[in-house]
């Protein structure tokens, strides 16, 4: 199986700060790798797919980078809706495995 | 609207079964590929299984479920019902979650559509 290590598992940040999170795949994906947003007792969001395209609706704020196979989710001006769970979810081959995710958190 | 609607969840004993379903409305169900997610109280996303656009029945010796289901769990779909069913056997308290249905978009396999999940508990 493909492991995903996310890091950090959790970091703290004021309203519009800069935040980036980082994915490595153990073996590589391609650009097989998407960004999801969860909030408590919701069900997740497809922020971007495919390493770096913006999903419709999404803002411009988050943006998606790859570079082998590190991959980084980066939101360039913290806002408080931002403030959430973020997994990274490879789909390259099954099982289609998640990070264990990074809490966003205010400081 | 674009919509998935799971149902089906409860609490069982250890050892029993129960069968999610989940409805989708709004967009042509038989053109993708739709798959199951869950997550535990507290914990992190865990992907279950998926199906194809047109398979109606998946062997278990087919690669398209977890590890921690495999043989266990039999994901299925009514195309003409616009509707995704997970069959769970045996079940374990490990298995204690919020499963998600979740459609396959056209972007690299994302899961763009998302249900709003169902509680399944198991617990003697």
């Known amino acids: 199986d493909i492991q995903m290590t996310q890091s950090p598992s959790s970091l703290s940040a004021s309203v519009g700060d800069r935040v980036t999170i980082t994915c490595r795949a153990s073996?590589?994906?391609?650009?097989?790798l998407h960004w999801y947003q969860q909030k408590p007792g919701k069900a997740p969001k497809l922020l971007i797919y495919?390493?770096?395209i913006l999903q419709s609706g999404v803002p411009s704020r988050f943006s998606g980078n790859r570079s082998g196979t590190d991959f980084t989710l980066t939101i360039s001006s913290l806002q408080p809706e931002d403030f959430a769970t973020y997994y990274c979810q490879q789909t390259y081959i099954t099982p289609r495995t998640f990070g264990q995710g990074t809490k966003v958190e205010i400081k | 609207q674009v919509q998935l609607v799971e149902s089906g969840g409860g609490m069982v004993k250890p050892g029993g079964s129960l069968r999610l379903s989940c409805a989708a409305s709004g967009f042509t169900f038989s053109d993708y590929y739709m798959g199951w997610i869950r997550q535990a109280p507290g914990k992190g996303l865990e992907w279950v299984s998926y199906i194809s656009s047109t398979s109606t029945t998946i062997n278990y010796a087919d690669s398209v479920y977890a590890d921690s289901v495999r043989g266990r769990f039999a994901i299925s779909r009514d195309n003409a019902k616009n509707s995704l069913y997970l069959q769970m056997n045996s079940l374990r308290a490990e298995d204690t979650a919020v499963y998600y249905c979740?459609?396959?978009?056209?972007?690299?396999?994302?899961?763009?559509?998302w249900g709003q999940g169902t509680t399944v508990t198991v617990s003697s």
């Open positions: 495919a390493a770096s």
């Open positions: 073996q590589t994906i391609s650009s097989y």
């Open positions: 979740a459609r396959e978009g056209r972007g690299y396999s994302s899961m763009d559509v």
